[in-house]
């Protein structure tokens, strides 16, 4: 794994590979399979020798260009919209060669089932990458211990990035900060290791590959000591820039002729966004629930049978900004159970603000099997359909959590709660609290229509599976 932010060399040995394989391949198709062949002779391999090492020298080199090794590792969509992009201007120069010299053994078509071939070959390489550097990171293989100095705001939106994208390969072992409501109390996996004085005896005993560096420029002079001291424990040093303590998220820069113009843009889904993601909340919340009517019928009628009491059972939860709404469940406990959670608390195997029991007593028979598989969360469907919830988003919370909250809580009320979310999906009940809000706030800060399509890929093996559920 490359420890520097740059491709590993295996990889560019491992593309070279696959680019002479899919020239190989297209030949192959063309002249062996005889795919679209339009004339009536073959021409030997040994003619497209040239095309062949042209095609093998310019590909990787229009991936450096195109950006594909700048950093790593990237998200597959990424690599493989990057891939596509350099391979197309390859196959188009080759095209061009052939139209200029006008060979008559040269098949056109054969350059651009090159193309397309190597491009999936390549997309399926780099799944299989991916899957790879997971299973050796799951064994500690290629993680990158780092030190956080500073949890303000942009400390947190590192570690919230940490937490939401596994695949970068960071393992936090902790973080320091002079305030000591920061410096001395846990951000859920992340350990609070103390004041900035305490990073010399945090380097030498927990050795770190990387020190990540969010302190305000105004300690420009404290941020050049902590550089030097992580140099001198031959731990490297990696600043964030805070654009006036905003959000990195906040910021995006333009040019202007050469000169850099730095804008300020909210961090909260944009109203036209929260449209588009309306329109596809209301036509698959529509959908699901007409095909998933028989099922829930069965539910209501087991429920029925099982124990006295609603079927459905409704609860006044927060959601966007604030708003109190009612949402709907298939009740999974006796009737009164609410009331009997202050016995239980003790047995809380959650921390923080909200509760939850493993194997809860006050399950009905139905109710367990129906929450070990979320079905209890079907009628929230009705919820989405009346724009109170959305497919996808922070859990609502019920008012007594929110009184709880820490100030920077609150930000995970900036977007509609959701029936599943990106902490949902990233370990469901296990995570602390605090982990919780960081991975809603990272959805928040980084929505996109392809993000909540992933979110929902993922929740259904969780789901099928019971993963994380109780």
Known sequence: MSRNGRVPWWVV?????????????????????????????????????????????????????????????????DQVYRITNSTAKVTVLMLAITFVFRPRYYSRVMLIEVGLLTILLLALVRAVEAGLMAYLRKKGVGIRRVVIVGAGEVGRTVMRTIVARPDLGYRVIGFVDDNP??????????????PLENLPRVLEEEKPDEVIITLPWMYHRKIMALVRECERHQARARIV????????????????????LIGVR????????LLVKRVMDVVLAALVLVLAAPLMALIAIAIRLDSPGPVIFRQTRVGLRGRLFEMYKFRSMHVGAEEQQDMLADLNEADGPIFKIRNDPRLTRVGRIIRRFSLDELPQLVNVLRGEMSLVGPRPPIPSEVEKYQEWHKKRLEAPPGMTGLWQVSGRSRLPFDEMVLL???????????????????????????????
């Open 241 to 260: 820039p805070d654009i006036f303590q905003m959000s990195l998220t906040q910021v995006n820069v333009e040019d202007l002729g050469g000169v850099p």
């Open 181 to 194: 409501e920061k410096g001395y109390t846990d951000i859920g996996r992340f350990k609070a290791l103390g």
């Open 266 to 273: 909210e961090v909260s889904i944009s109203r036209g966004a």
């Open 440 to 470: 809603d706030i990272y959805y928040i800060e980084n929505w996109s229509l392809w993000l909540d399509f992933k979110i929902l890929m993922r929740t259904i093996p969780k789901v099928l599976l019971g993963e994380g559920a109780y």
């Open 13 to 77: 040995a491992v593309d070279v590979l696959v680019v002479t394989l899919g020239f190989l391949g297209g030949y192959w198709l063309r002249y062996d399979l005889r795919w679209f062949l339009d004339v009536a002779y073959d021409a030997p391999l040994s003619a497209y020798l040239p095309f062949l090492v042209l095609y093998v020298v310019l590909t990787p080199l229009f991936f450096v260009v195109d950006g594909v090794y700048r950093t790593w590792p990237r998200s597959w969509m």
